[in-house]
């Protein structure tokens, strides 16, 4: 069964704090993403990256960088959070076809002061 | 570009009750579609996945989905619905040619009443 977790599970800042997100796969996938859930939008694409040192835009990329440091760790950083970074955020693997199923983690709750 | 489009946020049905999710997608060319459920505090599950094949694909728990090209849809069908189905309900579709990124509709929440 592949594995996904994140850490921390819940997380509370303040507006102008800095946050870091963290998400380990043991499934050996190459394909890793990060999405932040809000009501009436589903999930979007904040960063993802197919491999260690590789980062690619999503559809929602402002106020976040992200980082792959190896196949297994992909990390989102908020460097000035802001209260419209309050949402719920999962991180995801695959493999690279099309028709691969992606693997959720149980998500971050993050609530910005 | 390609885009998914869930038109009822909220679905009511009774325990025992046939169910019917509806989902309607944008893609140039022929799609891959997923169905995935999200139980309360939980992250998302696959349900099921169409590949160009047959239209009608059967999934976990009872549930199926038919693809229609030219409705551009995948509804989501389960003959009797149980409690334990009572989540919120996304479909997605993949964009082949840009690593395997899934676009997501925002969601259905499926209540089941006793």
């Known amino acids: 069964e592949a594995a996904v977790t994140q850490s921390p599970r819940n997380k509370v800042t303040v507006t102008g704090g800095n946050v870091t997100l963290s998400c380990r796969q043991t499934n050996s996938h190459n394909y890793m993403y990060w999405y932040r859930q809000d009501t009436g939008h589903g999930l979007r694409l904040i960063h993802y990256s197919y491999g260690a040192g590789n980062l690619q835009i999503g559809d929602v990329p402002d106020g976040y960088k992200a980082t792959r440091t190896t196949q297994e760790d992909f990390f989102l950083l908020l460097e000035l959070a802001s209260p419209s970074q309050t949402s719920l955020y999962f991180c995801a693997s695959s493999d690279a076809r099309g028709q691969d199923t992606q693997y959720f983690g149980p998500g971050t709750r993050l609530l910005v002061l | 570009a390609q885009s998914v489009t869930q038109p009822d946020a909220r679905v009511t049905v009774s325990e025992g009750a046939s169910l019917q999710l509806r989902c309607k997608y944008s893609y140039f060319g022929t799609p891959y579609l997923f169905w995935y459920v999200q139980y309360p505090r939980q992250g998302l599950q696959l349900l099921l996945k169409y590949y160009p094949g047959d239209p009608v694909v059967q999934g976990v728990n009872g549930f199926e989905a038919e693809f229609s090209k030219s409705n551009s849809s995948f509804h989501l069908r389960k003959a009797s619905v149980h409690w334990s189905d009572w989540a919120v309900y996304f479909c997605?579709?993949?964009?082949?040619?840009?690593?395997?990124?899934?676009?997501f509709g925002s969601g259905t929440k499926l209540t089941v009443e006793p």
């Open positions: 997605a579709v993949s964009a082949m040619s840009n690593y395997n990124v899934l676009y």
